[in-house]
């Protein structure tokens, strides 16, 4: 019998979204282990986020980490204590965010394991299923570790049930803070608009758009009429019309809204694995041979500057 660790994503008041989901993941493989699912929670001041995590239906402890050195959710101290606490785990998660990305290696270094990454699926206790070659394939692939030191891809496990459970929260103490790295400041950015990774419907521009203006003009513009989040290419991005927080694809957030709108968007290999769990995809592109049609549930061959103005005035109706 092996329990499971989940290295809880939170705000201070609750559970991120991919947290959820990486909770419904650890309880397939807890099951495939015959152990239970912990859920550590890290905070300057977490006892709120401890206490919505002890109610998902399924997960038998939390461990409550409080102090300064994880006020901020640094990688360093974060990963010095899960080492310590983790070595008699059959597995560690944590979610495939920025977050996740940034804490994983980390620890799989200090327990001198291998690391699988974003993970889709569970086969069994030792056997996992991830994509590669930006999804376009995927590959069943097992390990010896004794500790499975895991990232879950968030899109591919439905949310754990945030409600009906009775987990005990236990306090853990605080691993000696990593002295070569310290928390200096922070520069958020605010939008009224939904957040990406978890919005139902999303709006995205590509290098067709044009230019930044045009990206104001038309993606955002649909986006509010919508009630929706706003997203990006990496072409786009490179070429200034938005923010790279926004950027989708490989080597940017990895969503599955109810809804993807991609408006002058090519549809290039990287972009696509992205957005291709999305549950409807609808296309906007005036080359009737751009490969985001052939990943479309609708597409629409049309010039984008004629076409959303067109869909806003629409829903203004």
């Given at each position: 019998m092996?329990?499971?660790?989940v290295i ?60 300064d ?13 899960v ?6 785990y ?21 327990l ?19 994509p ?14 004794c ?48 957040e ?31 009630g ?13 019309f ?36 999305s ?5 906007i ?10 990943v ?22």
């Open positions: 092996a329990h499971v660790l809880a994503e939170h705000d201070g008041a609750g559970l991120q979204a991919a947290s959820l989901c990486t909770i419904s993941a650890s309880f397939q493989l807890a099951k495939a282990q015959g152990g239970e699912v912990h859920v550590l929670v890290a905070g300057g001041s977490a006892r709120q986020a401890a206490e919505a995590a002890a109610k998902i239906d399924g997960v038998a402890k939390v461990l409550l980490a409080e102090g050195s994880y006020a901020h959710g640094l990688a360093e101290p974060l990963a010095a204590l080492a310590e606490i983790g070595g008699g059959g597995a560690i998660l944590s979610p495939a965010t920025s977050f996740g990305k940034n804490l994983s290696p980390r620890i799989a270094a200090l001198d394991v291998g690391q699988l990454s974003d993970i889709i699926g569970i086969v069994s206790a030792d056997t996992f299923i991830r590669i070659y930006a999804g376009n394939a995927v590959a069943t692939v097992q390990s010896s570790d500790v499975k030191m895991v990232t879950v891809r968030a899109t591919a496990f439905e949310p754990a049930k945030a409600d009906g459970g009775h987990a005990v929260i236990e306090a853990v103490s605080a691993a000696v803070p990593d002295a070569r790295s310290r928390f200096i400041d922070q520069q958020l950015s605010k939008s009224l608009r939904p990406l990774t978890a919005a139902r419907v999303v709006v995205a521009g590509g290098r067709g758009i044009g230019s930044a203006e045009n990206f104001k003009t038309l993606i955002e513009a649909l986006a509010d009429k919508l929706a989040a706003v997203g990006a290419t990496r072409a786009a991005v490179d070429a200034g938005t923010a790279n927080e926004l950027q989708i694809g490989q080597t940017g957030k990895i969503i599955a809204p109810e809804l993807y709108i991609a408006a002058g968007v090519s549809g290039a290999i990287q972009h696509v694995a992205g957005i291709k769990d549950k409807v995809i609808v296309a592109n005036k080359d009737e041979e751009a490969l985001i049609f052939q479309a549930d609708y597409g629409l061959v049309a010039d984008i500057n004629q076409a959303l103005p067109e869909l806003c005035a629409e829903l203004s109706k």
